[in-house]
């Protein structure tokens, strides 16, 4: 079998998120954190998210403009495209292709995704607000958490109130990196 760097990037990525979610913490052990109660209408929540801060992974700690893109399939999976460029914003673009699995089907506020197979790994949509406009995603063990919206920036004051409800669900705030985002082209 002939692995790429991509490949061995891959199955890397997934191997730390899969020791990271199945709990390996030190800290006093806390609830799991869980999904909103909120249902999730699936096709308008699909689409372009912008990441404008998160607790990251070891692969994004250096993301620069970085995008996470869901499309629903036929089958009901989601089809997950997450790109960036690595460590400025004309680096190299890092993409990664996880699936996503509505692992909730009441709610569809919590899935399963995917990097290697056989293993899923919990996402939890933990807020979404009315308009489908920003949203913050988490796990169980709160490890990784991502604030995304729909546009590369934010409002202060939008962008404050999404970090205070990411500390109050008992995320570590000094954990949390601003993602650079070029703005949008006006067009």
């Known amino acids: 079998m002939h692995l790429t760097l991509t ?18 913490q030190t800290a006093p052990k806390v609830d799991p954190l869980r999904a ?26 250096k993301a620069f403009n970085a995008v996470e893109r869901y499309a629903l399939d036929p089958d009901g999976t989601i089809a997950t495209t997450f790109f960036f ?4 914003f004309d680096g190299p673009m890092k993409t990664y292709h ?22 899923k790994m919990p996402y939890l949509i933990l807020h979404l607000d009315a308009d ?3 949203t913050i995603i ?5 490890s990784y958490a991502w604030i995304m919206a729909r546009t590369p920036t934010l409002p202060p004051d939008r962008y404050d109130a999404l970090v205070k409800l990411l500390g109050e669900s008992g ?17």
């Open 7 to 24: 490949h061995l990037h891959t199955l890397l990525f997934g191997a730390a998120l899969a020791l990271a979610f199945t709990g390996c």
């Open 36 to 61: 909103m109660e909120q249902r999730v209408d699936l096709p308008r929540f699909m689409g372009d998210w912008y990441v404008i801060a998160h607790i990251p992974t070891f692969i994004e700690t």
């Open 85 to 88: 460029n690595q460590g400025a």
């Open 98 to 119: 996880p699936r996503g699995f509505i692992h909730n089907q009441e709610t569809k506020a919590e899935w399963r995704m995917r990097f290697i197979w056989p293993l």
């Open 132 to 134: 489908y406009q920003t």
């Open 138 to 142: 988490g796990v169980p063990n709160r």
């Open 171 to 187: 995320h570590d705030l000094a954990k949390l990196r601003r993602v650079p985002q070029q703005p949008a082209p006006r067009g």
